[in-house]
């Protein structure tokens, strides 16, 4: 376990070929077996592929203009992450209307689904990388309206997924645990 834990790897370059049906199947199903407060579930899984992905292209092509109208290049260089990425998993976590902790938990469990679907797509021989920034669009509503999510949902991740077109690099240096970890 550990050494799949150390292995794994943020993926951001991918290969053009689609990643299977059965493949996108097993990362969601690894992703419901995530542990959850009071079985909730509180997750929602969008697809964008083929069609849908490329309308979504200008959507993050409409937003980063907006938001970046001198920086020509930022917004040429942050659309690679879409263009050529073949599936995005945006996933979503249920809003309890007036309880906020519950509406945290369930942000909590979203997170450990989206961990176990990262474990899931190296075992499958794919590659992933968890976006929330630029064309990630978590913290903004251009992507939350355009998979048609409710008010009730809140973007938690846009999780971009293909077969690795880059080494991959073998470990990641880390802050040793006693560094972060106070024995009481
Ligand atoms: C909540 C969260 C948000 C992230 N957002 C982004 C992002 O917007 N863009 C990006 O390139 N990587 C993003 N990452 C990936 C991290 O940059 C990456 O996990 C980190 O550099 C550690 O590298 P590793 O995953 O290969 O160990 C995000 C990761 C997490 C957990």
Redesign the pocket.
Known sequence: MLEAMKK?????NFESREVERDKIETLLTAATYAPNDRMREPWHFYVLQGESLKRYEQVALDYLQKRFPAKPHLVKSSME?ITKTPLIIVVTSAIVEGDEGATKDNVFAV?SA?MSM?LMAEQLGLGM????????L?HDTALHDFIGASGKEQL???LCIGYPAEEI?AE?K?TPFAEKTTWL
């Open positions: 794994r790897r943020a993926i951001r992450a997170s989206i990262w990388v968890w976006r929330t920034r630029g064309v990630g978590v938690v991740g846009t690099a990641k880390r």
